[in-house]
């Protein structure tokens, strides 16, 4: 590896995570702008994104010596696009109608530390003293996090019941990445993503048809643009830009560069939709942060 790519590999996951820390932001202009909750505006993210999805799963496919899928496959790459892309998206979006951007990305970012967990405890993978560090400082940093906007909070019941739905978000997402190694490796990543992206819609777009009028689909420009902005830049650009870096370096360095997303988003929610911030919310990021970047120091498998 030259240094270039090292250098194009540590921006394309900077961008990435930049793309990741303006999603909650798109989300809270959107739910300020227009009548919509989880369900719909999952269902607009998707509609924007699909066409970018199929082009690249276009692509993907066409190519020459592919393992063919069975219908065990399938089944698989349904479940990955369930947890991963629906449920869990799911629950995050529907946090957001009741947490801080800032609070929403912190608690989710705490993934690779309940990705040990979940391994420890379901598959018996070893948990190292330093891993255990890992999980209390970030479960202190949700602590403090959560306590700071409790204090400000004027519906605490609010608060918990969406703190909750983006721990469930985060959990969820958890069981994806371990459960994904294997169906990743067997299918390979240039078609996986885009493949779980497409199955997911269709999922999305049925729930949202059982439980939605068709008329929320069309919103005014304003909205439009900000789902569209969703759609492309917190969304399609996150998912190309951070497998480009993973080609370049490897995913602790990506895992590093990541970091700066949390910090991002409070920024960014402080800056752009008014929220407030304290130092006790940043003592408690730090925190977050520090445990994720010590469990990120050792790799773990992701298959289960």
Request: aromatic content about 12%; some cysteine; overall charge positive.
């Amino acid at each position: 590896m030259t240094g270039r790519d090292h250098t194009a590999g540590a921006l394309f996951a900077v961008l990435s995570a930049v793309g990741f820390a303006g999603k909650a932001i798109f989300i809270k202009l959107i739910y300020a702008r227009a009548p919509l909750e989880a369900v719909s505006l999952i269902a607009l993210r998707m509609l924007y994104a699909a066409p970018f999805f199929a082009w690249l799963a276009w692509r993907a496919w066409r190519r020459e010596g592919l393992t063919r899928l069975g219908w065990a496959d399938w089944a698989r790459l349904g479940l990955m696009a369930f947890l991963g892309y629906y449920f869990s998206s799911l629950l995050d979006f529907w946090g957001l109608e009741y947490i801080s951007a800032g609070l929403e990305r912190i608690i989710l970012f705490t993934y690779p530390v309940w990705v040990l967990a979940i391994s420890a405890i379901f598959w018996n993978k070893p948990i190292r003293g330093h891993d255990l560090a890992g999980l209390a400082l970030s479960t202190t940093g949700i602590a403090l996090t959560f306590w700071s906007d409790l204090r400000f909070a004027g519906e605490p019941k609010a608060l918990w019941t969406g703190a909750l739905l983006v721990l469930g978000a985060s959990l969820t997402y958890s069981f994806y990445l371990i459960l994904g190694g294997g169906v990743i490796r067997r299918v390979g990543s240039a078609r996986f993503t885009p493949t779980v992206s497409l199955l997911a819609t269709v999922m999305v777009l049925i729930h949202f048809a059982a439980a939605r009028p068709v008329t929320l689909l069309w919103q005014p420009a304003p909205v439009a643009l900000l789902c569209l902005c969703l759609a492309v830049f917190s969304t399609v650009l996150p998912i190309v830009f951070i497998v480009e870096a993973l080609k370049r370096i490897n995913a602790g360095t990506v895992a590093v560069a990541s970091s700066v997303g949390p910090v991002l988003t409070i920024a960014l929610g402080a800056i752009i939709l008014g929220e407030r911030t304290t130092v006790l919310q940043w003592i408690g990021a730090a925190f977050v942060l520090a445990g994720v970047g010590w469990v990120s120091r050792t790799p773990t498998d992701g298959t289960a």
